[in-house]
């Protein structure tokens, strides 16, 4: 069975970081990327950034320039380090596996988590 779990959330001042973990047991046949969204009632579930295969990676807007995506020794593990964080980050974090869209460059998420909770506060 095919499970991300995510470690590292928790909660700091703005200005600080945090960085994430995702383990994925039982890596799924034919996945190609391994993802990070956020998730909040206001704005739902976005894209944060991906790795793939290839060891090329995608950032939305709200990751460029403070986020970094990083691929584990292991195929199966990602982490994603949040510099200069902000109120806006907080979310619910999750990991994601998945294929990479035909258009966009970005990873659709096929298998996930159950999300790490990230609280900034002003």
């Known amino acids: 069975q095919v499970q991300p779990v995510e470690s590292g959330g928790g909660s700091v001042q703005a200005g600080g970081s945090l960085r994430l973990s995702c383990v994925v047991s039982g890596w799924p046949f034919g996945e190609n990327c391994l993802a990070w969204f956020r998730e909040t009632k206001e704005k739902g579930r976005e894209r944060v950034a991906a790795?793939?295969?290839?060891?090329?990676?995608y950032y939305a807007d709200v990751a460029k320039a403070r986020f970094s995506i990083a691929r584990g020794t292991g195929e199966n593990m990602v982490s994603l380090q949040m510099n200069n964080l902000q109120p806006e980050d907080t979310a619910k974090y999750l990991c994601a596996a998945g294929r990479k869209a035909s258009r966009g460059g970005y990873c659709i998420g096929n298998f996930w988590g159950q999300g790490t909770q990230v609280t900034v506060s002003s």
């Open positions: 790795v793939f295969n290839d060891g090329t990676t």
